[in-house]
T-cell receptor, first 110, second 115 residues
């Protein structure tokens, strides 16, 4: 079993929809949680960075961490076609290597 | 600052050949990471450096793989006697332990194809 599980999708939504992306993990030592966006054949781009449990909002993006359930989420409001990409969750405990999920492929249709 | 850069962006080689990739981190970032990503998967950790010191290596990093960061700035990743299974995107990331968050920023990657 992988340390971080993420539904690979693909997920297809109409423009303007609210998108919910999720990951579960097994290692309770993880403290830092990140969401990266990756366009085809490009490097991952950091979207959100959160520490421990709680919510963090940045524009149309909201990241949630529930350490008691070992569950993290990324919400995208008012989704745009330009949001079409693969979304990767990643986490670690005290810096150092990141453990990534498989990535969820998102397509936002105009 | 232009971010993390990697060279080459694409490399096609024949099985059995050696290849070397270069990564230039964000200036003044003291940590540098290498990851490998295959199609449809998330990046997998290979190794990382803090300054010149190689602090951790994954078991994925077989003895055919070697990484260096001789002056604590750029890094090279060499693969000897390449195999078709080495075909992947090789990603470099950097971070600073002196920043408020030890956030890793990725380069564009080097796509390796082994024929």
């Amino acid at each position: 079993q992988k340390e971080v599980e993420q539904d690979p999708g693909p997920l297809s939504v109409p423009e303007g929809a609210i998108v919910s992306l999720n990951c579960t993990y097994s290692n309770s030592a993880f403290q830092y949680f990140m969401w990266y966006r990756q366009y085809s054949r490009k490097g991952p781009e950091l979207l959100m960075y959160t520490y421990s449990s709680g919510n963090k909002e940045d524009g149309r993006f909201t990241a949630q961490v529930d350490k008691s359930s070992k569950y993290i989420s990324l919400f995208i409001r008012d989704s745009q076609p330009s949001d079409s990409a693969t979304y990767l969750c990643a986490m670690n405990n005290q810096g150092g290597k990141l453990i990534f999920g498989q990535g969820t492929e998102l397509s936002v249709k105009p | 600052d232009t971010g993390v850069s990697q060279d080459p962006r694409h490399k096609i080689t024949k099985r059995g050949q050696n290849v070397t990739f270069r990564c230039d981190p964000i200036s003044e970032h003291n940590r540098l990471y290498w990851y490998r990503q295959t199609l449809g998967q998330g990046p997998e950790f290979l190794t990382y450096f803090q300054n010149e010191a190689q602090l951790e290596k994954s078991r994925l990093l077989s003895d055919r793989f070697s990484a260096e960061r001789p002056k604590g700035s750029f890094s090279t990743l060499e693969i000897q006697r390449t195999e078709q299974g080495d075909s992947a995107m090789y990603l470099c990331a950097s971070s600073s332990t002196r920043a408020s968050t030890d956030t890793q920023y990725f380069g564009p990657g080097t796509r390796l194809t082994v024929l």
